[in-house]
């Protein structure tokens, strides 16, 4: 037993034989294969994750291929709202479509994927054809069209009482014609071709034409019916006129004798066509005008429609991609702008209410209208449901001594955009006034509980005379807890010649105070610039707008807007072109506020120290960048209009869309990561690595352990 057991011990203790060079081999290959397989079934796997979930995530630092901030809170809102839509391309597929049609349409159908992945309530329509979506569409449609079904339908018992009519009254005119007596001169012939064309052949192949149109209509799937009606009244208005040229005594005379006697008989019989006719053009004029009549003129190839309960927008491809000047080649640069038209419609269809916008100033030169300073401004309002108007106090022809009409919108769910344009020419003279009437105004648009943005800028000493020394304006802001310094104009050290350096108004600002408004924009530029229109004077210059030491009770006011903390940027109250040099006893350094939100009572301000902050330069000053692996129009300053916009928001009562447009997002940009990114990269950077080399070794051990 003790020999057995020290037998026992001995093996146990006894070395395994190494491994021999095939079975060494063997077991490398075994391993790997393992290995091998390991790696591609976790592939796969992800793969098939990746089809099944579909899900994608934007890693560009602009986020230039995701929809944007301000798209996402749209889309969480029409996800509150009861109304589910559908988007439909009609955009055609590779079947029949030039390279640029298909490129588009590739672009469209993207985009449209992410709206329906972003919102529950939205969904990518794909129909089988052209009826299909005819059939849906009048689904959206209800009940508005059919007061004109209706009205069409009765058209054919009208146009056989008609016709019956005109057969008659031909076959009794043909044997007046056969009347050798019936034309005595050459007029009277004219005119008896003229009566006879009518009553024998015109109105019946009027009456033809109108039921073939009629019967189509019915059958259809989809009519255009306010186009038919529009038509059926040009037609037989034209008809109820020449009856009632035909019945009217005075002309009986120039038919001759024989017609005459004719008329006189059978003249009675028309009045009751006349009077049929006559109600059925009444009733078609009366038609009330729908909604969606836009829908079907607009429903062709290269377009996008929205179809919600019951309204339809269509989206025509010239909205769509706006072409612009063309590249080298000669081929033609477009910029995408689907994005924006989506948000749009969708924004239309979802909120009824429009916030009213009115530009005020004391210019009453045209600011919003044809090419006025600030259109396009006006028309990103537009686009984004607001409704504008410009007004000014003072009459646009002085001398005609006719009283400025009223503001077109005051009190509450009103913005009023003040722009602080210095008066030009004669109205120089009267700025004083001028000023006077538009603060009175403003006074009454807050106290009926409105909103104002004022774009205030640097007043010269030239511009303070005209106003006996009096800075517009800084009344009523210091009511609201904002102080306005109108004297200082914000400069920025430039070289402008070899050794000369002067303090000229013009710096960008890339950062922002944290506020709802500026959150959003960190890192976009915004440019501000004042006019050297003569001289060494600026006119409208940045300026100077911070915050009381002590504010009114009830106002709670915060800095949106501020320049960067530099030594070459400071507020100087020089009365000329500043110096390159910052003068302590009477320039104030940086950071110089620029902006100020305050909120007291129902009523909100803004005040930004730069009057031309949305002018059209500012707004249409861009690039071309390729983003994508495509070139594409790159706003150089977007800074601009995204805080005007996040102002208006505000102002509106609308916090929940206060984010980046899809324009801004295409700006490459460099956004800042919150601290829980910078800690996980940190992280990532420093325990990565010995991460990888801990499992790459613990890997070698087990396979050689095995060996």
């Not at 934007?58 to 509150?80: A, E, F, H, M």
């Not at 052209?130 to 339908?153: E, T």
Request: charged content about 15%; glycine content about 8%.
């Amino acid at each position: 037993m003790t020999e057995s057991m020290e037998n026992k011990t001995e093996s146990k203790n006894t070395p395994r034989p190494p491994l021999q060079a095939a079975d060494r081999l063997w077991l490398y290959g075994v391993n790997t294969a393992i290995l091998v397989c390991a790696v591609l079934v976790v592939v796969g796997l992800m793969d098939w994750l990746s089809y099944k979930y579909n899900y994608s995530h934007d890693c560009t630092t602009g986020g230039i291929y995701s929809l944007s901030p301000r798209t996402i809170s749209l889309l969480k809102q029409v996800d509150k709202s009861p109304n589910h839509y559908q988007i439909v391309s009609l955009y055609p597929g590779a079947a029949g479509a030039t390279q640029t049609e298909y490129g588009q349409g590739r672009k469209v159908r993207r985009l449209i994927r992410e709206y329906a992945q972003a919102s529950s309530h939205i969904r990518m329509f794909k129909p089988r054809s052209r009826a299909s979506l005819l059939r849906a569409l009048r689904q959206r449609f209800g009940n508005s069209f059919a007061p004109y079904k209706k009205a069409i339908a009765d058209f054919p018992a009208l146009s056989r009482r008609l016709a019956a009519f005109f057969s008659a009254q031909s076959a009794s005119f043909k044997t007046v014609e056969m009347n050798p007596q019936a034309a005595t001169n050459q007029t009277q012939a004219q005119n008896l071709e003229i009566l006879d064309a009518f009553i024998r052949h015109s109105m019946a192949r009027h009456l033809r034409r109108l039921n073939k149109s009629v019967r189509g209509a019915l059958k259809s799937t989809l009519p255009d019916w306010p186009g038919l009606t529009t038509s059926m009244i040009q037609h037989l208005r034209t008809d109820k006129q020449n009856i009632a040229f035909i019945t009217d005594k005075a002309n009986y005379g120039q038919y001759g004798p024989a017609v005459e006697k004719w008329l006189v008989a059978h003249g009675p019989l028309f009045q009751k066509p006349l009077a049929e006719l006559t109600a059925y053009v009444k009733r078609l004029q009366t038609l009330k005008p729908v909604k969606s009549a836009d829908v079907l003129s607009s429903l062709s190839a290269d377009s996008i429609v929205i179809m919600g309960r019951h309204n339809v927008k269509i989206l025509p491809q010239s909205r769509i991609f706006v072409p612009q000047n063309s590249s080298l080649g000669g081929r033609v640069r477009y910029l995408f702008n689907g994005e924006q038209v989506i948000n749009a419609a969708l924004l239309s269809m979802v909120q009824k209410h429009k916030t009213k916008v009115v530009f005020v100033s004391i210019d009453p030169g045209s600011l919003i209208t044809g090419q006025g300073p600030f259109s396009s401004i006006a028309h990103s309002l537009r686009r984004n449901n607001f409704k504008v108007y410009e007004w000014s106090p003072v009459p646009a022809n002085p001398q005609a001594q006719q009283p400025p009409s009223p503001p077109p919108a005051v009190g509450k769910g009103v913005i009023w955009v003040i722009v602080d344009l210095p008066p030009a020419g004669q109205q120089g003279m009267m700025a004083g006034m001028a000023y006077a009437a538009l603060q009175g105004a403003i006074k009454q648009q807050l106290t009926a509980g409105g909103n104002a943005l004022f774009l205030v800028g640097n007043m010269p000493q030239q511009l303070l005379m005209a106003t006996q020394g009096r800075i517009p304006f800084k009344g009523t802001l210091a009511g609201y807890g904002i102080r306005l310094r109108s004297a200082y104009m914000v400069v920025q050290r430039t070289q402008v010649s070899r050794h000369r350096w002067l303090g000229l108004p013009s710096f960008n600002i890339s950062t922002y105070p944290q506020s709802v408004i500026t959150d959003p924009i960190q890192s976009l530029t915004s440019h501000y610039r004042g006019i050297l229109p003569q001289g060494d004077l600026f006119l409208m210059s940045p300026t100077w707008v911070g915050l009381l030491k002590q504010k009114p009770k009830g106002a709670q006011a915060r800095i949106i807007l501020q320049t960067p903390d530099q030594s070459d940027i400071w507020a100087s109250s020089a009365p000329g072109l500043p110096s390159g040099r910052f003068n302590a006893s009477s320039d104030l350094k940086s950071p110089i506020p620029m902006g100020v939100m305050s909120q007291k009572g129902d009523s909100r301000i803004v005040a930004i120290g730069y009057p031309l902050l949305v002018q059209n330069a500012i707004l249409q000053d861009a690039g071309i960048r390729v983003v994508g692996g495509a070139e594409t129009i790159v706003a150089a300053y977007p800074g601009n209009q995204q805080l005007f916009m996040n102002s208006m928001y505000w102002l509106a009562h609308q916090s929940h869309l206060i984010a980046v447009s899809p324009r801004a997002t295409v700006a490459l940009r460099i956004a800042e990561m919150s601290p829980t990114e910078e800690t996980v990269v940190r992280l990532l950077s420093f325990l990565g690595p010995a991460a990888l080399a801990i499992a790459a070794g613990f890997s070698v051990y087990l396979v050689r352990r095995r060996i």
